[in-house]
């Protein structure tokens, strides 16, 4: 297995006062995600987001119990398999002491939750698979809004704008299935039909030219897809050279100004309704992240990935900075919710509003964003209301 150990400097946008110290006390945060592979771009992208947030703060200096502290992130990859999340954890927690670790995906998230409170480590699971948090582990947080948010306002667009006809191409991980089982009974329980249940190995193929033939065979009126953005582009794009006329309801793991890179342009996605991408957020303080990430990433967009873990990280160093320390995990999560209130907006592009009573992250604003006339527009908030 490709293992990469990147050594990141951690800050957060507070400015910490501290005496004079002689010297650091180093803090290993862990990661473990795919970092080669199909789903390699998205797994970069989290880590991104963590870089940027810690290369502002080492410089402002974070003091946690009266000791100054240098973190820095130790990351591994492990290809998306869930088995090698569970080796990389236990080698993170014993070799680098890590007292958190942060999963991008649920399969690796649940192989964690069987082993970190006997490693005494704190699990941040960024995947919006509801069931995460329900199991209620002590010692994780999930990092965005649970999917189930989105999935009302998902059905009546594109059943209103489409048909009742829907086929299921979405991705064939746990984080797909959990997707799927919450979307098809909100889809029936509106009067729609289920024509075709075809997931696809997102992670595995380059190409779904005959998966998405068999799903077109079923003449859907909507496609569910949904997975790592590169994928989802390149199953949206061969669906339309195949003659798709209809819509796409698109999981959150897929950000829709990645997936149009590689459907062919937002006009690709026509009818679309999926997450709001950072990149295309109207509001101010998204707008103020996205300038700062451009300049210090060659003028490239920032994703979800980076801005949410961005913001996850800086509230992981104030828990710290909150609960006078960095070794006792069980400590750190029960000041989390007050971390992340505690964070300025300018670090919280997203509006993280706080950690629920099980664990799972809430967000302050709708972030749904539909494709309409070849251009991406927010879904307003009086369409989200009406679909709950």
């Not at 490693?119 to 919006?128: A, I, Q």
């Not at 996605?269 to 060659?298: C, N, Q, W, Y």
């Not at 070794?327 to 919710?337: H, Q």
Request: hydrophobic fraction near 40%; charge should be positive; include cysteine.
């Amino acid at each position: 297995m490709t293992i990469r150990k990147l050594p990141l400097a951690l800050a957060v946008s507070l400015v910490f006062a501290a005496p004079a110290m002689a010297q650091e006390t180093a803090v290993h945060i862990g990661y473990s995600g795919p970092l080669s592979g199909g789903a390699a771009k998205y797994g970069q992208e989290v880590l991104e987001g963590m870089q940027m947030a810690v290369a502002e703060i080492n410089q402002a200096g974070l003091v946690v119990g009266g000791k100054k502290v240098k973190l820095d992130v130790v990351a591994l990859d492990d290809q998306y398999n869930p088995s090698e999340t569970a080796i990389n954890v236990r080698r993170l927690v014993q070799e680098d002491n890590a007292p958190v670790v942060l999963v991008p995906h649920s399969g690796g998230c649940y192989a964690v939750q069987t082993i970190n409170q006997q490693l005494k480590v704190l699990l941040l699971g960024y995947t919006s698979v509801p069931q995460l948090a329900a199991r209620g582990n002590p010692l994780t947080i999930r990092i965005p809004p649970e999917f189930t948010s989105y999935t009302p306002a998902f059905v009546k667009y594109e059943m209103s704008k489409y048909g009742k006809e829907v086929a299921i191409a979405s991705t064939d991980t746990d984080y797909g299935k959990a997707w799927t089982a919450a979307f098809k009974p909100a889809w029936q329980a509106a009067g729609g039909t289920i024509v075709a249940d075809s997931p696809l190995s997102y992670n595995r193929a380059t190409d779904f030219y005959s998966g998405v033939s068999r799903v077109l065979a079923a003449k859907p009126k909507v496609i569910f897809v949904g997975g790592p953005s590169e994928p989802t582009g390149l199953i949206i794009r061969q669906a339309r050279e195949l003659g798709f006329k209809g819509g796409f309801a698109v999981m959150d793991q897929a950000k829709l100004d990645e997936v149009a890179k590689i459907a062919g342009g937002y006009g690709a996605l026509e009818g679309s309704i999926g997450v709001m991408p950072v990149g295309d957020d109207p509001s101010p303080d998204a707008k103020a992240f996205v300038a700062r990430f451009a300049k210090t990433h060659g003028g490239r967009m920032p994703t979800q990935e980076a801005s949410l873990n961005y913001t996850a990280v800086w509230a992981t160093a104030q828990a710290m900075k909150l609960a006078g320390t960095t070794t006792d995990a069980a400590a750190i999560r029960k000041v989390f919710d007050q971390a992340v209130k505690s964070q300025p907006p300018q670090n919280n592009p997203n509006t993280l509003s706080g950690v629920d009573a099980r664990g799972g992250m809430t967000m302050g604003r709708p972030v749904v964003a539909v494709v309409e006339g070849g251009s991406i527009k927010s879904l307003p908030d009086t369409a989200l209301a009406a679909a709950k």
